[in-house]
């Protein structure tokens, strides 16, 4: 890679056409903005020269005698991976650069070439390729953090789910995670990307349960500049996003039927419209889904399409609740505890036997989210070297309203009261935010912002 750093090193492109003319004006305007080029008549003469040297960037004619820029372009894509390609092209055959685009060009640009726009483009992808190869970096150093040793647990319901995690790791099947808010699925779903051959390509992310319905379709599969008000420039979807990679649904359930229509055929054909677009665009993903919901029951009562059910859940891995392994909380509590001395620079050893107990005993509607956000808390106030039950009180260990002093200001006040009813009733539903939002008498999205403005752990 020809940036390290903030250091840029000089970038090798390649010019290959079979006019003279252009090689040549194109050489001259690239060398005299510090680009290193060499250039070819042919895409035969072009693999001699990759055959010899590496390469950043060949810019290559789509139409040429000997060996066209598709051929090079296939050429490319199996024996100079990290090399990206540019394609030139008139604008006749505008269509077959969209197909090279398909088959790993990164870009096209049209006869005659503007030396100014060209060299925009260049600078575009380099800083492209920079930010792919810092992405890389830092997916290996996430690695571990997404490995197995830390997903925390030792029941036999826990080494089920590592083993089924194991077992679909390296496979492209579809995968359901299933099970409580705060039982860890999106951490399950990063594991599944991190022990699979897809590792070092995108793991995108989407909630879908935060998703207004309007905007449900271009989330997913985007859309082009024009398409309806305010789409002032192309935007990807998630799925063209996560190409070559996992993309994970979270709360798949909450998807509306009539995109669960389009999300199937997408599945189906492994092909994407972006709205406003005719034609479709060929991508590449492995979903894995997640929900609280049972979604066979969603699918008796006509909210969840069968078809959609048995395409998203081949496998499925069931997360168990904190009350069906509860033997794993003192490690989970161990964890945090860690965890916490170190971002909080606290020195908390652990928990005394009667603040144990009670862990171990507390009904953990929030499940795993919760314990956790209650041992930062607890870590956060302690000034001993345990922790004990009074490091717990307030932080739902009981009733919070009983003996609560509100604050004085009625705004304030309202607030924190809001922030109350609403985990409450959140609690109540085992946090499935549709009834929730039912019984609060308020829209979902609405829900969502309370629940973000309110910063409660959900």
Request: with cysteine; net charge negative; charged share 30%.
């Amino acid at each position: 890679m020809m940036i390290k750093g903030e250091a840029m090193a000089q970038t090798h492109i390649l010019i290959v056409d079979d006019d003279l003319e252009v090689r040549d004006s194109l050489r001259d305007a690239l060398s005299s903005e510090g680009y290193l080029c060499n250039s070819a008549a042919n895409g035969e003469e072009a693999m001699t020269c990759l055959e010899k040297s590496n390469y950043d960037l060949v810019i290559t004619d789509l139409n040429m005698p000997i060996r066209n820029g598709m051929d090079l372009l296939k050429y490319i894509s199996a024996y100079a991976p990290k090399t990206s390609t540019m394609i030139i092209t008139a604008h006749g055959t505008v269509e077959t650069a969209i197909e090279a685009l398909r088959k790993g060009a990164i870009d096209y640009i049209l006869k005659p070439v503007d030396p100014e726009e060209l060299i925009y483009r260049i600078r575009h992808i380099s800083k492209y390729r920079r930010t792919l190869s810092e992405n890389i970096s830092l997916k290996k150093e996430l690695g571990a953090k997404y490995n197995f040793s830390n997903i925390i647990g030792n029941s036999p319901a826990m080494k089920q789910v590592f083993h089924m995690v194991t077992r679909v790791a390296n496979s492209t099947s579809n995968v359901l995670i299933t099970g409580k808010s705060g039982t860890g699925k999106e951490l399950i779903a990063r594991a599944i990307h991190a022990n699979s051959p897809r590792k070092n390509e995108p793991f995108v992310p989407i909630n879908c349960g935060a998703l207004p319905e309007t905007l449900f379709e271009s989330e997913l599969f985007g859309f082009k500049k024009g398409a309806f008000t305010g789409a002032s420039q192309d935007k990807d979807g998630v799925f063209k996003s996560a190409s070559g990679g996992t993309l994970f649904l979270d709360e798949v359930g909450e998807i509306p039927v009539h995109i669960q229509v389009k999300l199937l055929r997408a599945i189906e054909t492994k092909e994407i419209k972006p709205l406003g677009s005719s034609n479709p665009i060929r991508v590449n993903v492995r979903i894995v889904s997640a929900t609280n919901k049972d979604l066979l029951k969603e699918v008796e009562e006509g909210n969840f399409r069968e078809d959609l059910y048995y395409r998203l859940n081949i496998v499925e891995i069931h997360l168990p609740s904190l009350r069906e392994r509860q033997e794993d909380i003192p490690l989970l509590v161990t964890h945090f505890i860690h965890k916490y001395n170190h971002e909080l620079k606290r020195k908390v050893k652990g928990v005394d036997n009667e603040t144990m107990k009670a862990l171990i005993n507390h009904p953990w509607k929030g499940e795993v989210r919760e314990l956790e956000n209650m041992i930062e808390r607890a870590v956060l106030l302690c000034d001993g070297e345990y922790l004990t039950i009074d490091n717990l009180q307030g932080a739902n260990m009981e009733d919070p309203v009983s003996g609560r002093h509100f604050p004085p200001a009625l705004k304030q006040a309202v607030r924190e009261f809001e922030k109350y009813h609403i985990r409450k009733i959140l609690e109540q539903v085992e946090f499935d935010k549709s009834k929730a939002s039912e019984i609060l008498d308020i829209g979902l999205s609405s829900l969502y912002r309370k629940i973000d403005d309110l910063c409660i752990e959900c």
